[in-house]
């Protein structure tokens, strides 16, 4: 790296840094002021509260990385041009492009980093740290009651009283199985526990009931002990996964999800919008990267007041459309791609185009 790149970034990482910390201060706080009666009512401990802000910090990244990034360069380009160093560089035979190259570098590896973020951590953290706060509200918000988990592919409707959220067993379970060929039920399974060992299930205390293709019960209950069915795949992740709130799905998990099930149109088109969102909007930090250079230098020219002003109203227009393109692609106004690619898209080409009446 030569002494040039590290300088421009020396420059810029001390006011990002400061806002980075700055802002993501200021949302703590207002998380803080809306939980603290849960906290207090809960009897959270001080490590617990910490570990739920160290968890809650990724799921806010998506709105703090973009505009930090856009005020710390903002600032960055400031500094540089209000001491004429940008004019010294160029003088010098330093094209625009090169001053700038260590920059985009830094965004576009934010942005890979953004988009593990989306898709993966952020997803996670945001279901534990929804469940934090149930748990403190409720001691029993471990356990879910009263669950019913279709499988279209293998045929199969699991009614389920009772789960303990991060165990395998089942409580009060009743299994129906269909047949594939014609949809008609072959047998219906009662089991007081469902035990999940060795990636298949044990069932235990069974009542069994076939049924023939006509839809007759074939013969008296079946009792077992127990009931090992290697057959039955579906994993309690799986069940839990796909009976809870589609946000707290990874992205990974939403494609096999529509891969395994047949959602209805709305569902698919949440789930396909959701994805493409997680995949075009950590592109912002590099998109706001570029936007802040001609930004930056009308800050030198024409005041401070007029670049920051410039900069937040930037901000709020690029929010305003995220979430409008996310209203209309949840409700299948728009394609999926439509919704998730068009405020990244229409930024960049913003953030190009000022660029290229800046040179």
Known sequence: MRILDKYLLKTFMTPWLSCLIGFTFLFVIV?????????????????????????????????????????????????????????????????????????????????????????????????????????????????????????????????????????????????????????????????EQAVWIDNYWFFHNVALQPYSENGYKMGPLEHRAVLPKQEITESPERIIRETMSFEYMTSGEMKQYLKDRSPSDRTKANLQTQIQMRRAHPWLCLVTMLMAVPFGTQTARKGVFKGVFLCLFMFFGLFFMMNLFKALGLGMKVAPWVAGWTPTIVFGVLGAYLLRKLR
Do not use: C
Request: no cysteine; hydrophobic share 45%.
């Open 31 to 191: 998380d803080l002021v809306e939980s603290l009666n849960k906290f207090v009512d809960g009897d959270a401990s001080i490590f617990g509260v910490i570990g739920y802000y160290l968890r809650f910090i990724p799921s806010i990244w998506i709105y703090v990385g973009p505009i930090t990034l856009l005020l710390g360069l903002l600032y960055a380009l400031y500094q540089l041009t209000q001491n004429n160093e940008v004019i010294a560089m160029r003088a010098s035979g330093i094209s625009l492009y090169r001053v700038l190259f260590p920059f985009i570098v830094l965004g576009i590896f934010v942005s890979l980093i953004s988009i593990y973020i989306s898709q993966t951590v952020a997803p996670n953290n945001l279901a534990w740290t929804d469940q934090y706060l149930r748990t403190l509200e409720s001691p029993d918000s471990d356990t879910l009651y009263q669950l019913r988990f279709k499988d279209p592919e293998s045929h199969r409707t699991w009614d389920i009283e009772r789960l303990d959220v991060g165990s395998e067993v089942l409580h009060g379970v009743t299994l129906n199985q269909r047949r594939h060929e014609t949809d008609t039920l072959e047998y219906v399974l009662k089991a």
